[in-house]
């Protein structure tokens, strides 16, 4: 039953035990996979192993159109990432890709197979007007945000609300910094510009160093609310932590770095459940180091129960009760560390009763209009 619920966790960790699947296995790790973002990352390994050639044909199709997905998304996204350097290059800012976006441009192994949903950009905040014009300019404009939710963004939040392209369909995010500015934790996030590194050939963008692109990468995981993702983000801390652990470097680095920046917390998190869950090799020192970033003992084991069955894979053959009051517990969090009370009651209320409007337009008033 364990092996069932984390199909596609176990094969990416150990693909030879592929040979031992049935088709009603494969069924249920194709389905796994796609739903879990983590179906083209698991063909790519196993093109990788050499060991795309012996799925079975039908299972075949599916993984392959995941990796030419994958492919044709990355291509995509190196077209959209000169365009936005190309928009905003009259502004003379310091453009850092975070995240996906950076991922593919530094010619990272995590970007390997992994799709992306948007383009994600850091700027300085005394640049964000300039920025937002120029994009206009160029195409992207804002949703259709009222008053509130551009107060929500512009005034507590660390990002402008999401632009999507008129001509493309596609959308960028331009954040300030890499948490709300109502957030508990307080980022030191002129440290994060002031050690940002240069694309190769590029005049003006940049992606952060190793260890902050992994403390980036760990703070996004650990601070949402939301696991539709939350497997992938987790398997890209992996891909991370093996990939830069080939510069000697990077462990001494990290822990010192994230005391500067104010991000032990969620260093702590991804060290131990990168771990625990996918065997992420970690050096001891720098697991004890990290422990100055450990919650009180029953809080961690709160954390513990709770991540452990929140970064399951999001699909109906892992449901029960435990993940689902887990994920409730881990969303309430998210939100308590995100904001003060006073302001987190008055947007979780707006959001219950504007939810509540929305369900109420959308029924049909009466029966003499649905028969006209």
Not at 63 to 68: H, I, M
Not at 240 to 261: H, K, N, T, Y
Not at 347 to 363: N, Q
């Amino acid at each position: 039953m364990e092996r069932q619920r984390n199909l596609i966790t176990s094969v990416l960790l150990h693909p030879q035990m592929l040979h031992d699947l049935t088709m009603l296995d494969w069924d249920l790790l194709i389905r796994q996979g796609r739903s879990a973002n983590l179906l083209g990352r698991l063909a790519h390994r196993l093109e990788q192993d050499g060991l795309l050639e012996r799925v079975p044909e039908a299972v075949r199709f599916h993984l392959s159109s995941a990796l030419q997905m994958a492919n044709r998304q990355e291509i995509a996204l190196r077209w959209e990432v000169e365009c936005i350097r190309l928009a905003l290059i009259e502004t003379e800012t310091k453009i850092i890709l975070l995240k996906g976006a950076a991922y593919v441009m530094a010619g990272l192994n995590v970007a390997c197979g992994r799709t992306f949903s948007d383009v994600d950009i850091l700027v300085p905040k005394s640049k964000l007007g300039h920025v937002e014009s120029e994009l206009m300019i160029h195409g992207w404009q804002g949703g259709h945000h009222d008053e509130y939710d551009q107060r929500y963004y512009r005034q507590w939040m660390h990002e402008l609300p999401p632009m999507r392209h008129i001509i493309r369909g596609t959308t960028i995010d331009v954040h300030h910094t890499i948490l709300p500015e109502t957030a508990r934790v307080k980022i030191k996030t002129d440290a994060l510009f002031e050690s940002k590194t240069i694309l190769p050939g590029q005049t003006n963008l940049y992606v952060f160093q190793a260890t902050d692109m992994l403390l980036h990468s760990a703070t996004h995981l650990f601070h949402e609310g939301d696991f539709e993702k939350g497997l992938r983000d987790l398997f890209d801390l992996d891909s991370l932590f093996r990939q830069f652990s080939g510069d000697p470097c990077f462990w001494p680095q990290l822990v010192p770095r994230a005391i500067e920046l104010g991000l032990t917390r969620p260093l702590f998190y991804a060290l131990r459940y990168s771990e625990m869950i996918l065997e992420t090799p970690i050096p001891s020192e720098v697991q004890a180091a990290a422990k100055i970033g450990s919650p009180a003992f029953l809080t961690l084991l709160l954390m513990d129960n709770c991540y452990q069955r929140a970064l399951e894979p999001v699909h109906q053959s892992t449901f029960t009760l435990k993940i689902w009051v887990a994920r409730f517990v881990l969303y309430v969090r998210s939100h308590w560390i995100r904001m003060p009370f006073q302001l987190l009651a008055y947007h979780l209320g707006r959001k219950v009763f504007k939810r509540a409007s929305v369900k109420e337009e959308e029924k049909p008033s009466t029966g003499l209009e649905l028969k006209m």
